[in-house]
Each structure stands twice: as structure tokens, then as C-alpha cells.
């Protein structure tokens, strides 16, 4: 087990409503990447964040936003949400300084949007 | 084309076989090569990762990359029904990071 945890494990919200993630980071890691895995995809990446920054993001609109808190804990956030947006959503923590090929991810939520 | 080509299986092998499990990517900016073993309804475990072209061995699993010819590979000898779960590659340059669809193994005993 990672020392990345998640929450909630699960979560069920209807189109248009508006959700939020939570993560905490693995001791000593300041780097957090989102993803979002359809079913029977690979995860697709969301955004980073590195001290509290955003430090890079893929191709998801606006509507997914995120924050990284002084201790590294992480939110991401979705508003208006739609039927797409059902998928298991994993973040993943790094030591700072180096890329994504270090990375460890948490057991993801599942949500199913409605 | 998608960026990261990974043959989803399914891929059913006897317990003990050599499985071999492969990517092509089309990106030739990558510089990190991992594979990611998934169970299910879990987040991605890192097995193992390399850096630009050549071989890594970790136990029972060997990671091969060429760059030449954007090919990866990872080999699990001595294949083991907990090996059992979905096999994902991953490449990445910075932190732009792009995944397989994931093969998914069966170890049967």
C-alpha cells in the first residue's frame, strides 16, 4: 500500500451538481497529479500541482480545478458535472524535483454522476 | 492514432508461463518508461520504470525499451495467479504523462 489515501471511496451525484475530491499526499512528497480513468482506459491526466502551483495541466476544461494545501493535501474540484465526467478519479504523489516516473497513486474515487 | 498504443487482451496464461506485454508510442520526446500493475477497483501500482532506451530487471519482471523503434516491452517470468490484474504502460516527458489502455492478465493455476 501506498501511504496515498483518498476520499470518499465512492460518491453519486446527478448532472449539473458540483463535487470535490479529496488527497492526501505520501509523507515527504510535495508534487500532486490527478487523473481520471474511464472504464477499461488508462488514466488521463488532469493537472499537477507542486507547492501549492499549478504546474501543468492536460486537456480538461475549466470546470476541473484543483488546490494544494501548505501540508500537500490536495482537492480537485468539478462543476457541472457531466454523465462523462463517471470515472475512478486517482491522484498520485512524487518528491519534488523530479518528473512522474516516481509517482505513487492513491486508491482512487469512483464517481458516478447521474 | 492514440499516442500510446497497449493491446487491451484479454491475455490468459498457466501459472509458471512467460508473459510478454508491449506498447508502441508515437511521442519520440518521452524519456520515462513505466509499467503500472492495476487490480481491481485500485489505483495503479508503479512495478518498475526506465529511463530512455535499455533493459531493467526487478525479481521476476524485466522492463525492455527501444527507443528506435517506440517499442516497450515487460516480461513477468515464473508468472503467478496474483500476478493476475491489468498490466498499464505509461510514458512521460516533464510532466506530461500518457498511459496504455491497460492489458489485462489472467495466471491460471
Known amino acids: 500500500e501506498t501511504g496515498v489515501t483518498q476520499s470518499p471511496t465512492h460518491l453519486i451525484k446527478t448532472r449539473g451538481q458540483q463535487v470535490t475530491l479529496r488527497c492526501s499526499s505520501q509523507s515527504g512528497h510535495n508534487t500532486v497529479s490527478w487523473y481520471q480513468q474511464a472504464l477499461g482506459q488508462g488514466p488521463q491526466f488532469i493537472f499537477q500541482y507542486y507547492r501549492e502551483e499549478e504546474n501543468g495541466r492536460g486537456n480538461f476544461p475549466p470546470r476541473f480545478s484543483g488546490l494544494q494545501f501548505p501540508n500537500y493535501s490536495s482537492e480537485l474540484n468539478v462543476n457541472a458535472l457531466e454523465l462523462d465526467d463517471s470515472a475512478l478519479y486517482l491522484c498520485?504523489?512524487?518528491?519534488?524535483?523530479?518528473?512522474?516516473?516516481?509517482?505513487?497513486f492513491g486508491p482512487g474515487t469512483r464517481l458516478l454522476v447521474l | 492514432q492514440k499516442e500510446v498504443e497497449q493491446d487491451p487482451g484479454p491475455l490468459s496464461v498457466p501459472e509458471g508461463a512467460i508473459v510478454s506485454l508491449n506498447c508502441t508510442y508515437s511521442?519520440?520526446?518521452?524519456?520515462?518508461f513505466m509499467w503500472y500493475r492495476q487490480y481491481s477497483r485500485k489505483g495503479p501500482e508503479l512495478l518498475m520504470y526506465t529511463y530512455s532506451s535499455g533493459n531493467k530487471e526487478d525479481g521476476r519482471f524485466t522492463a525492455q525499451v527501444d527507443k528506435s523503434s517506440k517499442y516497450i516491452s515487460l516480461f513477468i517470468r515464473d508468472s503467478q495467479p496474483s500476478d493476475s490484474a491489468t498490466y498499464l504502460c505509461a510514458m512521460s516527458e516533464g510532466n506530461d504523462m500518457r498511459f496504455g489502455a491497460g492489458t489485462r492478465l489472467t495466471v491460471k493455476p
Open positions: 511521442n519520440s520526446a518521452f524519456q520515462y
Open positions: 498520485a504523489s512524487s518528491p519534488g524535483g523530479v518528473g512522474q516516473e516516481t509517482q505513487y
